[in-house]
């Protein structure tokens, strides 16, 4: 072979092999910064990863908020109002977060099934429902139950 030839390919081969290296770690760091949003009844039947971080949301279950009068630990349970998944967080809930209200948690699902959340929104108005929780309340035909229509929750 050729010197320039012999040249001109290795410098093609280490340009390829950068390009790939490059394509390969921007993949890797992608994928462990994301978060999949799941609804209950995929958390109950299994679908959502354990130990993974994802994002969890519905309406919060009338009646299921337990405060401990100690801390600022508080336990919930998140309903698509076909299953429900219990919540633990601690920390500062916000301002609007109430029962029969619609949250999005973000955190890891244990072994035990529970949701142990390390951040909680709640929605910000009475016309607005996060995207992921109103599909997945019109999926489950419950959005009546949620006192929501379908269109204040979609705008």
Same mark, same amino acid.
Request: hydrophobic share 40%.
């Given at each position: 072979?050729?010197? &320039?030839? +012999? +040249?001109?390919?290795? &410098?093609?081969?280490? @340009?390829?092999? /950068?390009?790939?290296?490059?394509?390969?770690?921007? #993949?890797?760091?992608?994928?462990?910064?994301?978060?999949?949003?799941?609804?209950?009844?995929? &958390?109950?039947?299994?679908? %959502?990863?354990? !130990?993974?971080? &994802?994002?969890? /949301?519905?309406?919060? +279950?009338?009646?299921?908020?337990?405060? !401990?009068?100690?801390? @600022? =630990?508080?336990?919930?349970?998140? #309903?698509?109002? *076909?299953?429900?998944?219990?919540?633990?967080?601690?920390?500062?809930?916000? !301002?609007?977060?109430?029962?029969?209200?619609?949250?999005? %948690?973000?955190?890891? @699902?244990?072994?035990n099934g529970r949701?142990?959340?390390?951040?909680?929104?709640a929605k910000h !108005?009475?016309?607005?429902?996060?995207?992921?929780?109103?599909?997945? @309340? =019109? +999926? *489950?035909?419950?959005?009546?139950?949620?006192?929501?229509?379908?269109?204040?929750?979609? *705008?």
């Amino acid at each position: 072979m050729h010197p &320039i030839r +012999k +040249k001109r390919l290795t &410098i093609v081969l280490f @340009l390829i092999a /950068g390009i790939a290296l490059a394509v390969g770690l921007t #993949t890797y760091a992608l994928r462990q910064n994301i978060n999949l949003f799941y609804d209950p009844t995929q &958390i109950a039947a299994g679908e %959502a990863p354990v !130990d993974v971080r &994802i994002r969890a /949301g519905g309406m919060v +279950k009338e009646g299921s908020v337990v405060r !401990d009068p100690g801390s @600022l =630990k508080v336990e919930f349970q998140v #309903t698509d109002f *076909n299953q429900s998944v219990p919540v633990q967080y601690e920390g500062i809930l916000p !301002d609007l977060f109430a029962e029969g209200q619609g949250v999005v %948690a973000m955190g890891r @699902l244990d072994e035990n099934g529970r949701f142990v959340a390390d951040q909680v929104l709640a929605k910000h !108005d009475e016309n607005y429902m996060p995207p992921e929780v109103a599909d997945s @309340l =019109k +999926k *489950n035909g419950s959005m009546g139950q949620a006192g929501e229509t379908v269109e204040a929750a979609t *705008n």
